[in-house]
């Protein structure tokens, strides 16, 4: 079983409030991982939030292969943070040559394009830019999308933040909303593209437990969008789903929850919305999910919410202090880095429920 969690802050938080929330839940992870996706940035890229960030680990041949790529399709670098690795001897990880964050300027064609348009020359590039580095294996892009951090890597979770400094907080990474797992999928082959969180055009998504749909859900997802692939987790099918909920059908995101879980008939057909949760379930019954299973899921907007399988049989927590609100698979996590909260305002997500955190901090709790 894994353990999750996210911060969502009104001020900037280092990463290491973010592995201070996850290691008292270590009997949880199997030390096989540490990943992070962080959005709403500050630090060393607080004066780029519009301009899009490259998250790449790669050999030195693929940075070669990188840097020509970005410039023959016209981005323009505009600022750049690469992490000074402390690579001693004995760290239990399996480190790539180079780490890259780069924000870049749009090419000069799309500087006036709509919104959508540039949207989609982003995920395309990520996606050309990810066939290009996986010949030869030369490397991963985990995201290509503007006031977003993507960090993956494989091995002892305290070695990768010793080895990445990520306990030394210098003011240069800092973000209001993380989302962060420690551990890698170990449920399949490990590879950095596996490991949680998951991101796609502003969305991000992270799991703990199974999917046994998993086979339903990708065989329909591939046919949805172009930008589905990969599928080394079935945990990415709840964030396929999340983003084709939300970005291709425009759904409110309480409809998130009646695609994966829906309500069985006998309780739709009580309902005043039963003919929307009965075309639901008919147009959509391949991106139901099944299993053990708790999500947390940050927008593009910058709200933050988890919900559960039709079950509850994984655990999640909400608590938070005014200033920050965390989403955690244990209570020991808000002990360690919310001490002073009123632990009896602390939710604890039912089956049937979504929990939403709001930009002003307002927890929101809606009912399936």
Not at 33 to 38: K, L, N, Q, S, T
Not at 227 to 240: A, K, M, P, R, V
Request: hydrophobic share 35%; charged share 25%; glycine share 6%.
């Amino acid at each position: 079983m894994c353990r999750i969690g996210s911060i969502k802050s009104r001020t900037p938080m280092h990463p290491s409030v973010a592995l201070r929330l996850m290691l008292p839940q270590q009997e949880g992870h199997d030390n096989s991982g540490f990943a992070m996706v962080m959005q709403d940035l500050a630090g060393a890229f607080g004066h780029y939030k519009h301009k899009p960030l490259l998250s790449l680990a790669c050999t030195r041949k693929g940075l070669k292969l990188a840097n020509a790529f970005m410039e023959e399709r016209g981005f323009v670098q505009l600022a750049e943070w690469m992490p000074e690795l402390k690579r001693r001897p004995g760290l239990r990880m399996a480190t790539m040559p180079c780490y890259v964050y780069r924000n870049y300027d749009y090419p000069e064609l799309y500087k006036e394009k709509p919104l959508q348009e540039r949207e989609d020359l982003l995920l395309d590039t990520r996606l050309e830019l990810r066939r290009l580095l996986e010949e030869g294996n030369n490397g991963y892009v985990y995201s290509f999308w503007p006031d977003v951090l993507t960090l993956k890597e494989i091995g002892d979770p305290l070695d990768i933040a010793e080895c990445f400094r990520l306990w030394d907080d210098d003011g240069q990474l800092m973000a209001r909303n993380i989302v962060t797992q420690c551990r890698q999928n170990t449920n399949y082959a490990i590879v950095r593209y596996a490991a949680h969180p998951f991101f796609i055009q502003g969305y991000t998504l992270c799991a703990n437990g199974e999917n046994t749909f998993y086979t339903k859900n990708t065989e329909c997802q591939r046919s949805l969008h172009r930008g589905y692939i990969g599928f080394e987790s079935d945990s990415q099918n709840f964030l396929y789903t999340l983003h084709y909920v939300l970005h291709e059908l425009k759904w409110p995101i309480k409809y998130y929850k009646h695609v994966i879980t829906p309500l069985p008939f006998i309780e739709a057909d009580q309902r005043a919305d039963r003919r929307e949760l009965y075309l639901i379930r008919e147009s959509l019954a391949h991106l139901e999910i099944n299993g053990p299973n708790t999500v947390i899921g940050l927008l593009p907007e910058g709200q933050m919410f988890t919900c559960c399988d039709s079950k509850k049989l994984r655990p999640v927590v909400v608590g938070g202090d005014g200033n920050t609100v965390c989403i955690t698979s244990e209570v020991c996590g808000l002990n360690e880095i919310l001490p002073n909260r009123d632990p009896a305002a602390d939710i604890y997500p039912n089956e049937r429920e979504m929990v939403v955190i709001d930009n002003d901090m307002a927890v929101q709790r809606w009912k399936q």
